[in-house]
């Protein structure tokens, strides 16, 4: 049987492991003629230690988001990707890219790049990929990024 994915979320966060795997997710879109769900989410769980809430922030952040996601859907339109989307969303984005963005968008892969925390760091804050891994109801491709695991 012949798995064909028509909807492919890539999530983002301008990190080198992100890009990896928006690289790769342009490439299996290409392969699969499918959707791409470019997806990116601001994570406001720092902010909440922030004791003034300044809006400024946020609309800062979201600005800055909205131009990473425009350069991410023109890069993928210029590979031949002709079915681009992007969301971005604010929250802890654990859950938004788990569940409730894949379900939204109506998601049948998702793909991440490996964060690269070690061992500790993950006992600390947890890996999103690992979380992702244990709530998606849909498949997963955790990206890695070969020259840092040889």
Not at 71 to 98: C, D, H
Request: glycine fraction near 6%; aromatic fraction near 4%; hydrophobic fraction near 45%.
């Amino acid at each position: 049987m012949l798995q064909r994915y028509q909807n492919i979320m890539v999530a983002v966060d301008g990190s080198h492991e992100a890009e990896l795997a928006f690289e790769k997710g342009v490439n299996v879109a290409l392969r699969n003629n499918s959707r791409l769900t470019i997806a990116h989410v601001i994570d406001t769980r720092a902010l909440q230690s922030v004791s003034t809430f300044d809006a400024e922030v946020y609309e800062e952040l979201q600005e800055d988001a909205k131009k990473l996601m425009d350069q991410y859907a023109e890069k993928a339109k210029e590979a031949g990707v002709g079915n681009v989307v992007t969301v971005v969303e604010m929250g802890n984005p654990k859950t938004l890219l788990a569940t409730d963005i894949p379900e939204e968008q109506k998601v049948d892969l998702i793909m991440v790049g490996a964060t690269g925390l070690n061992a500790f760091e993950r006992l600390l804050v947890g890996s999103s990929s690992e979380y992702i891994l244990r709530h998606a109801k849909v498949d997963l491709l955790v990206v890695r990024d070969k020259e840092k695991t040889l």
